[in-house]
C-alpha cells in the first residue's frame, strides 16, 4: 500500500510538473518525468482516481440479490452488491467499528457480511443489521448512522457500472460525454445486451497505468512494428493498410478511440467486427440509433479508452490461423498498484443471444490474443515497462526529456478534421496522428491541476 500523504514541498513539484504538462500538451510534449513517478502517483491517487468515475464491474456478474464481487478504486478496496431490491451498490470494504475488512472472498452470494473482529453484521445494501450486544453497549445509538460507507456516486451504461468517490463529479452520462455513443457500438447492439465470460483475469505488469491507458486511447502505429509477429502468424487477420484506414475520435475530455473501418462498400470486410451473420441479423435500432448501427456496421476494429483506466477493445481474432477470425470483445482495466506497477483486469464479453459454439470461439481466441500468455499482451507489457525506467530516472529528471507527442499536429502528419462524421467528438482520418494521446494527457492535467470540489472547465485537444 502506498503512503498517499503528500509533502508540501512535493506538492509543489508535482503542479510544476503538471503546469509543464499542461503548457506543453498542445505542442505534443509531455515530460518524462510523469511516469514512475512515486511523488505524482501520490497526487493521482487522489485527484484521478479519488475523483473521476471508475469502472467496477458488468450487471451480468452480480445477476442475482445477494451477489457481489470485490473491486477496486485506485489501491482501495470495495463491495459491488446486488441488493434485496436488486439495486446495485458499491460500498467500501471497511466495517464502520474499526475498518476491518468485511469481504475476503473476490465473488459469492450472501445477505450480509460479518466483521470478524467484533461480530457487526452489514446486509447487502450496507445497512447494519445488528451487533454483538448492541443495546447493552450501545444503548440508543442509531444503526443507520453507522452502515458501510457508499461511494459518493454509481451510475450504469449499458449495464457498465461506474463508481466516484467525489460527490462533485457530474453524472456519469455528463462525464462519459460522446464515448458513451461509442460504447454503445459494441454494447448496445442489441436488446438481448451482453454477459461476462467467466471472471476477470488479473495479473501483474511493472509499468505506469498511463502507459497501457494511452495505448487504448488509439496507438496504431505499434500494430505492424510490435505486433508483426501476431500478424505473421494470423491471429490479427485485418490487412495492416486496409487497417489504418478509420478515424481517431477525441469523444470527449480525456475519452478517446479508434476506429478501423471500411470506408466505403467496395473495401473489404469484415463488418460488425467479425461477428457471425446470423448474430448480426438481431442487431438493430431499438436501443440505438440508425447513424449507430450503420457505423458499427461498418467497423473492423474499436480500441477506445475511458478516463482514467478502462480500455474497451473489440475485433476479430483467430484461436487457429487455420479456422476463420471470430469476433471477441474485452474489457481491462489498469489498476494502479504503486507507481511502477499496474495490474491488469481483463473481462472477456460475449452477446447473450449468441451460440454456446460462438461464445466459446471468442473467449478462447480472445485469451490467445489478449491475456495473460496472450500474442499481444506479452507484447505490449516490454515497453511499458521501459517507460517507466526511463521516466523514474534521475537522468530524465536532471536532463528534462520531453516524450514526442506531435503527430497530428498542424503542419506535421497527413491526418485531416473531419466534419461530417456522425459520431461526437472530434474526428480525424487516417489514424496516423496523436491526438488522441493528447487529449488523454490535457483531461490528465487539468484533473491534477484541479482545486478540491471543483471540475475543470475541459475541452478535448483538437
Not at 438481448?192 to 495505448?215: L, T
Not at 467496395?266 to 451473420?277: A, E, K, Q, V, W
Not at 491526418?415 to 487516417?430: D, I, L, M, N, R
Request: hydrophobic share 35%; proline share 6%; charged share 20%.
Amino acid at each position: 500500500m502506498t503512503d498517499t500523504v503528500l509533502r508540501d514541498d512535493d506538492k509543489g513539484y508535482v503542479e510544476r510538473l503538471m503546469r509543464e504538462l499542461s503548457d506543453g500538451i498542445d505542442k505534443g510534449s509531455v515530460p518524462a518525468s510523469i511516469f514512475g513517478n512515486e511523488r505524482v502517483y501520490k497526487q493521482e491517487l487522489r485527484q484521478i482516481y479519488g475523483r473521476c468515475w471508475v469502472y467496477m464491474g458488468h450487471e451480468s456478474e452480480i445477476p442475482n440479490p445477494g451477489d457481489y464481487v470485490l473491486r477496486k478504486i485506485g489501491e482501495d478496496d470495495f463491495i459491488v452488491t446486488r441488493d434485496a431490491n436488486r439495486n446495485v451498490n458499491v460500498m467500501l470494504n471497511a466495517c464502520r467499528h474499526r475498518g476491518v475488512q468485511i469481504c475476503r472472498t473476490d465473488r459469492g452470494n450472501t445477505h450480509q457480511f460479518r466483521c470478524l473482529y467484533h461480530g457487526w453484521t452489514f446486509g447487502s445494501d450496507g445497512k447494519l443489521l445488528g451487533a454483538l450486544m448492541w443495546k447493552q453497549t450501545n444503548g440508543e445509538a442509531a444503526k443507520e448512522d453507522n452502515g458501510l460507507v457508499h461511494a459518493a456516486q454509481v451510475g450504469i451504461h449499458q449495464g457498465l457500472i461506474f463508481a466516484t468517490l467525489d460527490a462533485s463529479a457530474p453524472p456519469l452520462k455528463e462525464y462519459l460525454g460522446g464515448i458513451g455513443w461509442y460504447l454503445d457500438l459494441i454494447f448496445g447492439l442489441n436488446e438481448h445486451g451482453v454477459e461476462v465470460i467467466g471472471p476477470p483475469q488479473r495479473f501483474v505488469i511493472p509499468a505506469d497505468w498511463k502507459s497501457p491507458a494511452e495505448n487504448g486511447a488509439g496507438d496504431d502505429f505499434h500494430l505492424a512494428t510490435l505486433h508483426r509477429s501476431a500478424i505473421t502468424l494470423g491471429a490479427f487477420p485485418v490487412n495492416p493498410i486496409e487497417n489504418m484506414k478509420g478515424y481517431h475520435v477525441q469523444a470527449a475530455p480525456g475519452h478517446s478511440l479508434s476506429l478501423s473501418m471500411a470506408m466505403s462498400e467496395d473495401d473489404p470486410g469484415p463488418r460488425f467486427i467479425g461477428f457471425p451473420d446470423e448474430l448480426t441479423e438481431s442487431f438493430n435500432t431499438s436501443a440505438i440509433s440508425e447513424d449507430q448501427l450503420a457505423a458499427a456496421r461498418m467497423s473492423r476494429v474499436i480500441v477506445g479508452n475511458v478516463f482514467p483506466n478502462l480500455t474497451f477493445i473489440a475485433l476479430p481474432v483467430s484461436e487457429d490461423s487455420n479456422k476463420p477470425p471470430v469476433a471477441a470483445i474485452t474489457l481491462r482495466t489498469w489498476q494502479p498498484k504503486g507507481p511502477d506497477h499496474i495490474e491488469v483486469w481483463n473481462w472477456f464479453f460475449a452477446y447473450k443471444n449468441a451460440t454456446p459454439e460462438q461464445k466459446q470461439r471468442s473467449y478462447t481466441a480472445g485469451l490467445g490474443t489478449f491475456s495473460m500468455a496472450g500474442l499481444f499482451e506479452m507484447d505490449d507489457s516490454e515497453p511499458w515497462m521501459s517507460v517507466v525506467k526511463t521516466g523514474r530516472s534521475v537522468a530524465a529528471e536532471l536532463l528534462d526529456m520531453k516524450f514526442n507527442y506531435q503527430r497530428g499536429l498542424p503542419g506535421l502528419g497527413i491526418a485531416t478534421k473531419v466534419e461530417s462524421f456522425p459520431g461526437p467528438g472530434v474526428v480525424y482520418t487516417p489514424r496516423y496522428e496523436e491526438g488522441v494521446q493528447r487529449n488523454l494527457y490535457k483531461f490528465y492535467a487539468d484533473m491534477m491541476l484541479a482545486p478540491p470540489g471543483e471540475w475543470p472547465d475541459a475541452k478535448v485537444a483538437g
